[in-house]
């Protein structure tokens, strides 16, 4: 894998541009949205945007700054930090209405004026920079989030709203998939700190052995997930894992997230441009982890382990992050990460040696190391240059409203 | 019981003025919040203000005007009536963003324009200016719930926000609670349709039967609440219904809603003003039925019934009803009602004759007639002109962000 | 109506002739039991048959003796009495395996040689004995319940067990159904003192004031209600009280409760002697007050109120009551009481001047009236001499384990 | 590691003696029982003893002999073979009182006589022999839930029942803890066809990479415990995993399963012997995975993963494994695996080549492995021979019916 080396200390300016850069894309994103958009939780897993635009501020004065000057901010942008003390419960994210969107926005406006006094100002040590770049990083992630959730929100609203106009999407032909092999032996996994900023639970690199096998040049797609369905994928328990059926008999699954069966027999799916007919050779989007895995059993293979995973991404291109122009996955490509997060088979577990980070910051990971799925690459939604191949990003099996696919990984090739 | 009689049918002009006038308090109460002030539910038997603001236009448009031009209002806006179609799901009310409120203030005034018109123009049959005077009735009592709900809303924001400023309370002597006698025999109950405007649950008026008792002549003020809770009223199972304490169990309750008790053992309420201490010589409020029969228990009396409320409240002035600038019960008074709905013992029933309105509107009161109880009078969140002494308000027993309290009735006094 | 007088204070001889019978028939209707079958539970609202057992025979121990032996039977067997102290859990009854069900006829063959001892020896004072009256009734009232609980034990057993063998049953000719005037005026409602045993909640005797109207002279059976089937009654709203119609929806009703739907497109029941089919001129049965509401609803008249069906009653027979050898309701019959409970359009709730038995025994009905409807009559599992004209029993609008029906009532017949 | 070699073809005379030791010791553990104590279900992860019985009974009937005779069986007694169609709904199985647990015995012996005249009369293909030895320890397996279940149910009656009694335990000197170290580099993990049974999800053998580290010889103690609780370990956010604080903080954990806080203030546990002081010496038993994790990071270690501890399980003796008449853990040993399951950090994941077994069997263990955490060893409730070094029981998270405690493991030992 090809990586930049660079100290772990991030350069200032770099940092500060960084930090505008970060700040701005906030704003550009949120731009379109009314008040009344940013106020809403619709559903305990998801935050309103304004609580994402609040929480994101608060991050940077409380962990780089060091002191939260309105103390009511502390408790209600306080996301799950024990260290710091009592918070807003978190299903009534949605409940905050004071501080007004308006005072949000200049909350925003004055942490920017005080982070950037501090830099200018040399006042912020080492560990003081390593926290805002990871603040940086914090936001990007929040950004993702930030449209997940509000896709989620829009689709409950039944007049199917437009968050952005695009023009109709177009049907591609799918290239075939091929099969990378991964030898079987020794490998490295995870990242130096000499590589850049990286998160705590991607560290430190460590041995793994991986088994022969190959993955898949490209992700499955929403042609290939129709023939799923048409052959009774979402009726037959045998493809499932038990807690998955379980999930698919309670929720009603019978497709993915967001797709509605219409009148004409076909299918539509919510985007952040309204309701609009999948796309055959679009990577498939918004499954759960039993989903990916039911559709890996049926096509007779598996899903990737993440080691696998990391050992062929170093021969891919990122692509296919987010443009705020569509935030959508575009058509599948081999050889490529992006589009979509992938699900992979491994748990999320602790690197052999892990450490989490100092001080409060060491809730950010690993305090979240059970019961939750590893998926890796990037999404439509990711911001550019917030990824890695190292990049572990985690989620309950049952989750949807991530942007979510899969891409398939088998035994040896013969 | 002193009665204005007049038709059954209200004079347009008459009709033409009260819409106005109840279309602007409406606008006026919500004048102080924000767009996202307007938007979250913060529990299932709440509602969004904008919801509000939307419902009752729409009400006007299906019952009076008879076409809603936009057919994701009919979805959107319509509460529970059946006979109209699917709707929103009620625990989702709060994800509505679109139509912005900035559109529903659009939405109120286009249709405040068709029916102006409509009115002027004479095109309402009497059906139809009879359902108009419901709807303003109806948007009435659609204020007092906006009021409710906000409440309940803010209440939820720990750094308890203000919707109005005003000045403090004064505390006053408590006058000496009398009985007022209710002589056995035959009574009338209920309302005549010559009266004026009504709902059918206020009708028929027919004959019930009173046993010799007799019922307060003032409210129970929150000191002698504190009495209550003094002698361990929160804690002692006996003097609870069944039900009753399975709630107190399950809730924690330990006083009134929204009481908290400080760190000097004092106890402070949440109002629409903010965090304010309890006043002894107001009423107490936001108490559930359950709460209602424990006090009355331990008071050695018992709750009045429907009837024998009605019977006596003909001699009571009604007052201390919806002040925009105040919005929360004075202190209470002899032989007045109003400050706070009152409990009663009665389960909402139908009366002897019970006819549901014709239509759809027959959906309107008729098919709550279970498992709830009815409460008489008005309080500091009803319109003024909303309440009658007939009027039938009736929520489920546990319910505690009703601005309700309660007057004692006993047997004979001897 | 015609009642016997006697004094509130019951024959010893008597009494002990009835403490014989009572406690007789509950060994009779559990002999034909498993200690297997008597151990789980079913729901929370339901009882395993030990508990039964036990808790009827610790009613005695505790309120006529005074003593109880055994601490951990207090602690297990004590149902609701708040005034006695901590309880096992009720949801947590079924865990109770030990003692014994052979323990358990040992403590009942204890404690009945300690009351007739008790009794024999004059040892037992005015109100001792009228709580010994109060346990027979109390016992009768749980042989009903057992007998409810274990149908609806073994109605989850998907063999389809049988209680006890049974011939076939009868269709007949169902009679026309009469209808019986209720005059206008004032009645009496309620139980004196000087008639002999009743419970608190029939007491006083008072005045109620009657509407004119007129209830039928039989129940709706099983034909009728196929009928209310046919005609969509499970699918149309506007039949359905609003907390009905989410019931429906919820669980899903479309027939009463233990009715299946066979492969040929008739229906069966579960009963005590096992799955059969339904018989039509069977009054109607295990249907909620919903279903009775909605049924009076779309046969375009009404549910009685229980002051109507008392004054109606006085004429009736009572019939159809517990015939161990059939435990199911035969085909109705005019002017008759009996086979199924009868829901009334009345809540629960307290008589003008109620007051609650002294004591412990005060928790014996008072702390539940709330939330529930009455109803009257007795069923084909109410033991014969527990039941009266003034008798009210009670459950919640949802319940379908009653063995319970309805019979209509209508306005003025002109 | 020491193993046996031989074929994957058990020896039929081997299996006819593993087929009725088997089977002879799951009625030695139900001889102590009534009736009434196999009938409940204390959880819905719980089953009543009585289908143990009858559920491994029709394993047999149903994967070697091939025909169920009784359909009802089937229905009953199917655990989760989606393949093999509906069956009893799982919160369900303490409903089934009939068939008797007399009719199940009766059940249990006709199939062993059909079983052992199929083994002596030659009527078992290599398949049906294979199903047959993992029937038996399928059955094994059952004896343990069997008591782990029984032991729980028990545990909810406040009478403290004993199912076995037995002597006070011996407080001892705990040996000082040593640490094994774990040599980096490339291990074998899992089982080999050739070394006799095993479960498919312990196969196939494969290599893994271990990092240098350690594992203590012994497991951690009460008395170790004792101190976590002291230093605040069940109110400190800090230790704990996400989920694990929530569940503390949900479920008001502040001790290990079944111990209770005497009015002393020393510690008592249930146990299968009715409750009883903690003793000091023995491991700590009945912790979630949650816990086991806060304590390591309270230890400044961690759990061992499951690879690690296979790598170093080689040396160690089986021990303390099902003794009839003790059921309850002992004393820690040194080098020594039995007495608890321990919980590892790894999630229960499908090796890597991992094959289910063929046809219905297929769902045995593959199905499950998504949400669960490895525990490896063996415990007092496993009966001898059940266990193998290689294999991998498994439980959710949350689990503390579980006879499962805990072994730290550690980085480098320098």
Redesign the interface.
Known sequence: MTVTVRPRQADPQELADLYTTTRALTDRLVSRL???????Q?MTSASPV?WHRAHTTWFFEEMVLGRVENP?HR??FNS?Y??IGDR?PRP?R?????P??AEIAGYRADVDKRVTAALEGGDLDGRALELLEMGCHHEQQHQELLLMDFKH??S????D?VYLERPADTLVDVPECGWVPVA?G?AELGAEDSWGFSYDNERPR????L?E?AIADRQVTVGEWKEFMADGGYRR??L??????ASVKQNGWEAPGYWRREEDSTWTTFTLSGRRPVVDSEPVVHIS??EA?AFATWAGH?LP?EAEWESVAGDWDFGDELDPQRCHPGNVRRNSIGGVWEWT???Y??Y??FQPEEGVA??YNG?????QYVLRGASALTPAGHSRKTYRNFFP?ESRWVCAGLRLAT?PIR
Request: glycine content about 8%; overall charge negative; hydrophobic content about 30%.
């Open positions: 009314s008040p009344e958009d940013q106020v809403p619709s304004a009511g408790f209600l799950y024990e260290a807003q009534q949605g409940m905050i209405t004071r007004s969107v929100l829009l409950l609203n039944p007049t709203p079987e020794v460590h041995r793994t052995y088994p096998g328990p045998e499932w894992l038990s807690d998955g059926w982890f039993y895995h598996r382990t088979q491994s748990a577990l602790p052999p040696g060491s809730e305090k979240f190391m059970s019961d099996a035994g």
